[in-house]
C-alpha cells in the first residue's frame, strides 16, 4: 500500500461526513400546509359560520385532523352562484385538506 492510499481514505471519509442527507421520513415532522391563497381553519369554526357539512366531509375524506384549508372567494359568487340575496352562509369557500 503506498503513502497515498491513506491521506486519500481519510480525505474520502472526511467529504463523506461533511455531506448533507435527507431526514428519514420516518422522523420527519409532518409539515402539513395550504396552498397559496388558502388560510388553514378548523371544521367547527368553518360549521359555527354555517359552510357545515362540506368542511366535515373534506376532512374525512383526508387526513381527519378536524382541520381544512379554506379559500374564500368573493361576496358576489354567493348571490350569483350559490344562494339567493342575502347570503345563507358568511363566506362562500372552496375547501382542501391540509
Known sequence: MSKRSPVV???LGLLVAMMPFPSSPAFADPQPG???GYELRSVASLAAAGNAPVPGLVDTAGNADRYVCAHALPDAVCVAKVHPEPCLVETVYVFNDN
Do not use: K, M
Open 9 to 11: 481514505l481519510v480525505a
Open 34 to 36: 395550504c396552498p397559496p
